[in-house]
């Protein structure tokens, strides 16, 4: 950041690290609100099949590291 008469000048690096906190906050805050339901669709699902219930857990779970590896690597194809 430069400081000019005061004012605060946002830098281009400045964005990028206001955008990735975003990305992070909306993502942490879907998976959270994901995993607060979790437990009662488990628990509905396993009551049609033991097997569905696992099968949506898993699932969830791995979709959260989906959703970071996934930013991952478009974060590193778009720096170089």
């Not at 898993?58 to 590193?76: C, D, E, G, M, T």
């Amino acid at each position: 950041m430069a400081m000019r008469e005061g004012l605060v000048i946002l830098t281009d690096k400045n964005s990028e690290t206001r955008s990735t906190a975003i990305a992070a906050a909306i993502i942490l805050l879907v998976a959270m609100a994901l995993l607060y339901f979790m437990p009662d669709v488990i628990v509905r699902l396993g009551d049609i099949s033991p097997w569905l219930g696992t099968g949506f857990g898993v699932l969830v779970i791995l979709a959260f590291f989906l959703v970071f590896w996934l930013r991952a690597r478009y974060q590193r194809r778009r720096d170089l």
